[in-house]
């Protein structure tokens, strides 16, 4: 199994239009982007995506993905679901599994888009190529969100999904012990209402004892990347972790 980091920016993405921050005039002089947030993992041939995120056509045609088996939505904000009001052109059976609330919230912004809708409760067990998913409530106010749980051979890989600190005790508790957690942390620092910040994510994976962290959903507050790098263990775009190396400790 592959874990691939489509788009690891907030719902802007870095470089931000207009600004001319030191994080956005670097990402525009050194090439690096932060593209909208989206996960991809492979398995089996089969591709099944985390969020569909609204630069979801150059993700897919950049990494030469030519078929999508099975979507998850974390939630209904746009930087989440977007790409699928065009990708249904390109490829109109694509089931998306959701909360009920999520499917309802997307409904009410896109009822053009003929998606397949699967709807799955929280703390549901449900299989797609063979890997057990299972979606857990995060606290994002005001809308309902998830994270995500992957099982897959003893192994549980964690993403939180967007979220502020407050994550109730219940999806703490299986987030517990997982070999790699995605987190999603808006800032280095600060206080937001619906994100954490780097500093919340490290001291929360520590309390979860997960094995390895990988910072997603960053925005242009971070330094630019190549700084970033070395204080917080930011995910890429297009980074790919591949579950036997990372149980080999190669990651
Ligand atoms: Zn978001
Ligand atoms: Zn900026
Ligand atoms: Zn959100």
């Given at each position: 199994?592959k874990?691939v980091?489509?788009?690891?920016?907030?719902?802007?993405?870095?470089?931000?239009i207009?600004?001319?921050?030191r994080?956005?005039?670097?990402?525009?002089?050194?090439?690096w982007?932060?593209?909208?947030?989206?996960?991809?993992?492979?398995?089996?041939?089969k591709?099944?995506?985390?969020?569909t995120?609204?630069?979801?056509?150059?993700q897919?045609?950049?990494?030469k993905?030519?078929?999508?088996d099975?979507v998850?939505?974390?939630?209904?904000?746009?930087?989440?679901?977007?790409?699928?009001?065009?990708?249904?052109?390109?490829?109109?059976?694509?089931?998306?599994?959701?909360?009920p609330?999520?499917?309802?919230?997307?409904?009410i912004?896109?009822?053009?888009i003929?998606?397949?809708?699967?709807?799955v409760s929280?703390n549901?067990?449900f299989?797609?190529?063979?890997?057990?998913?299972?979606?857990?409530?995060?606290?994002?106010?005001?809308?309902?969100a998830?994270?995500v749980?992957i099982?897959?051979?003893d192994?549980?890989?964690a993403i939180?999904?967007?979220?502020?600190?407050?994550?109730?005790e219940?999806?703490?508790?299986?987030?517990?012990?997982?070999?790699l957690?995605?987190?999603?942390a808006?800032?280095?620092?600060?206080?937001?209402?619906?994100?954490?910040?780097?500093?919340?994510?490290?001291r929360?994976?520590k309390?979860?004892?997960?094995?390895?962290?990988?910072?997603?959903?960053a925005?242009?507050l971070?330094?630019?990347?190549?700084?970033?790098?070395?204080?917080?263990?930011?995910?890429?775009?297009?980074?790919?972790?591949?579950?036997?190396s990372?149980?080999?400790?190669?990651?």
């Amino acid at each position: 199994m592959k874990i691939v980091f489509l788009g690891t920016g907030d719902s802007t993405g870095t470089p931000v239009i207009n600004c001319h921050c030191r994080t956005c005039d670097d990402a525009r002089t050194k090439n690096w982007e932060r593209k909208r947030f989206s996960i991809l993992i492979k398995h089996r041939g089969k591709n099944v995506l985390v969020d569909t995120s609204p630069d979801l056509r150059r993700q897919l045609l950049d990494l030469k993905i030519e078929r999508i088996d099975a979507v998850l939505w974390t939630h209904a904000h746009f930087d989440h679901f977007g790409g699928i009001a065009e990708f249904y052109r390109v490829q109109d059976d694509v089931e998306v599994f959701s909360a009920p609330e999520v499917h309802e919230s997307v409904e009410i912004f896109g009822n053009f888009i003929p998606y397949k809708k699967r709807e799955v409760s929280e703390n549901e067990n449900f299989k797609i190529a063979d890997i057990e998913f299972e979606l857990l409530r995060v606290h994002h106010p005001p809308v309902d969100a998830f994270g995500v749980l992957i099982r897959f051979e003893d192994v549980k890989i964690a993403i939180s999904g967007d979220t502020n600190s407050e994550i109730p005790e219940k999806t703490v508790k299986e987030f517990e012990d997982s070999e790699l957690f995605i987190v999603n942390a808006l800032a280095p620092t600060g206080k937001f209402k619906k994100h954490m910040n780097a500093l919340d994510a490290l001291r929360i994976s520590k309390r979860l004892r997960v094995k390895n962290l990988k910072i997603s959903h960053a925005s242009h507050l971070y330094p630019p990347k190549d700084e970033a790098k070395k204080i917080y263990p930011l995910a890429e775009d297009y980074e790919e972790i591949c579950l036997d190396s990372m149980l080999e400790g190669q990651i």
